[in-house]
């Protein structure tokens, strides 16, 4: 049997696993586990609540602060969009440095990553 489908994303998303920062205007930054990642966007678990319309940046291990903002949440899941997409070689780069090793699925604890994080 055939499985055809209709996919509307512009951008290939890639599986990862990357403990990073978000880091909101006024309130600091909280450790998140980036779960998947696009050029125009990503998905990733974080155990704050982050209100819709504050100024949000996305801080990857050596990389620089990646404006974006929240465009759907599911309890400790969020849906952002980068202000400025990523150049493809950029996207290519982490995609490759940080791949998962399976589908999308905690192996370490939020928490466990909160307490221990110095980025």
Not at 48 to 57: A, M, Q
Request: aromatic residues 14%; hydrophobic residues 40%.
């Amino acid at each position: 049997m055939d499985h055809y489908y209709f996919d509307s994303r512009e951008f290939e998303r890639g599986n990862v696993v990357i403990f990073a920062d978000i880091r909101r205007q006024g309130a600091g930054r909280d450790a998140v586990k980036v779960i998947d990642l696009s050029q125009s966007g990503f998905r990733m678990e974080c155990l704050v609540e982050i209100p819709d319309g504050k100024l949000t940046f996305l801080k990857l291990p050596g990389f620089v602060l990646l404006e974006c903002r929240v465009v759907w949440r599911t309890k400790w899941y969020y849906g952002f969009e980068f202000v400025n997409r990523l150049h493809p070689a950029i996207y290519h780069h982490i995609v490759t440095r940080y791949p998962a090793m399976t589908k999308p699925s905690p192996k370490r604890s939020m928490a466990d990553y909160a307490a221990t994080t110095d980025l």
